[in-house]
């Protein structure tokens, strides 16, 4: 059975936070942030926007270029780091505003940066069961609503958006077979604690941090930058051997290689460690920055616009991050 | 490999800091414009060069480019 990736289409709320902003805050030089992050601009959201807003407006961008899907959509995913409520799911939600039909099947998943390979292995396993035949999946992260101003690191890296694809059953394309790992020893290295079951948001967090956006009642992201690059270089490479083993094809077969986009720093040390070529490896982040759940499918989106990335072609694709979590696949266009 | 051979590793790697050759007793941290996305680049360099994956601690107590050569000929041993 023939399944494809037929549309993608998002959304980046219209803040933005550019260099010449960083400089000032923290008294770098514009080139310099430049230099060390290969990022001039970060989308942030606006005031009270969450994720699943960001997600709702690409979707229904999505929907009234592609009216004719609404009726076929018979399983909708959102994959998120920020739900909107404990109960009930935020794509069951999401279904409601998007108006799909009834028959439609929902689920959350909170994947953070291997969120979008993983998704794309639950829609495959259900059009295969032909338990769907059209899949909406949504990802939207706000990772700005968890750093703390003075995380400079963090604050030049991470932007927010929200993305909707389209995976369907159809005659051309192929979604490949999966590789996953994960090792929750490294939880500790990129963690939001705070904002959760185990550690809700208190009177003292919400005064101590007063002087935040929202005094971080989200939580506080935590991230050992250091430990991360290990994680990166370490796990990466091993999967891409691992994907290109279990879909029995060589590197030279595979046209183009995107991971997801975790930094300049990151995406360059495994280029050059994983001996990609330039003109097989894409890259798209200058001017949205590290979009968690949202990188991957950005990047295809303007692969293809660009022109890299055809009908036809085997892109692998690769996710990594919080977790650890790790997932590769390869996508035949 | 040789202490020379890494030397000129790092000297490609950091040109832009550099304001002098580097020795076998530099200090890395003093290095001016030293930030943590050198020490990131540098474990980079190293993977990459050498295979051998540096750990935080490791890179924390080595503190001259002596101390990061014995580490990876010890991890090479």
């Known amino acids: 059975m023939s399944i494809e990736i037929s549309h993608i289409t998002y959304y980046l709320p219209p803040g933005k936070l550019t260099n010449f902003q960083l400089s000032k805050i923290y008294q770098k030089s514009i080139n310099e942030i430049f230099k060390s992050t290969g990022i001039k601009t970060r989308r942030i959201r606006s005031e009270n926007q969450i994720g699943s807003d960001l997600g709702f407006l690409a979707a229904k961008r999505l929907l009234s270029n592609f009216p004719e899907l609404k009726k076929k959509i018979d399983l909708l995913i959102f994959c998120t780091e920020g739900i909107d409520y404990k109960a009930p799911t935020t794509s069951s939600t999401l279904h409601f505003k998007l108006g799909l039909e009834q028959n439609c099947a929902c689920i959350d998943m909170p994947m953070g940066c291997a969120g979008f390979v993983y998704g794309l292995s639950l829609a495959k396993s259900f059009i295969l069961s032909e338990d769907a035949t059209c899949v909406l999946f949504i990802t939207a992260d706000i990772p700005s609503s968890v750093i703390h101003s003075d995380d400079f690191e963090m604050r030049a890296i991470f932007g927010d958006a929200g993305v909707a694809t389209i995976v369907e059953k159809s005659v051309r394309g192929k979604i490949g077979r999966f590789v996953f790992g994960t090792d929750g020893a490294g939880a500790e290295n990129l963690i939001v604690r705070e904002g959760s079951t185990r550690k809700p948001i208190d009177e003292n967090w919400l005064s101590k941090y007063s002087n935040e956006t929202d005094s971080l009642a989200h939580g506080r992201m935590h991230m050992n930058g250091l430990e991360i690059a290990r994680f990166s270089l370490q796990k990466v490479p091993t999967l891409l051997e691992n994907v290109l083993y279990r879909n029995e094809l060589s590197f030279e077969q595979i046209d183009l290689f995107v991971f997801h986009q975790a930094s300049d720093f990151i995406l360059k040390a495994l280029k050059r460690k994983c001996k990609i070529p330039d003109d097989k490896f894409y890259t798209y982040f200058e001017n949205i920055g590290n979009t968690v759940s949202c990188s991957i499918p950005i990047a295809l989106y303007h692969a293809e616009q660009e022109g890299k990335l055809k009908r036809g072609d085997k892109v692998m694709i690769l996710g990594f991050g919080v977790g650890y979590s790790w997932a590769g696949t390869i996508i035949e266009y | ?77």
Do not use: C
Not at chain 2, 14 to 24: N, T, V
Not at chain 2, 28 to 56: C, F, K, P, Q
């Open chain 2, 1 to 77: 490999m040789d202490i020379q051979e890494l030397i000129n590793h790092i000297e490609i790697e950091f040109d832009d800091l550099q304001k002098g050759p580097l020795y076998p007793d530099t200090s890395i941290r003093e290095i001016e414009g030293w930030s943590s996305m050198h020490a990131l680049l540098l474990i980079a360099l190293i993977d990459n060069h050498y295979d051998v994956l540096l750990t935080g601690e490791e890179l924390k107590n080595a503190l001259t480019v002596q101390d990061i050569y014995e580490v990876i000929s010890k991890r090479k041993a």
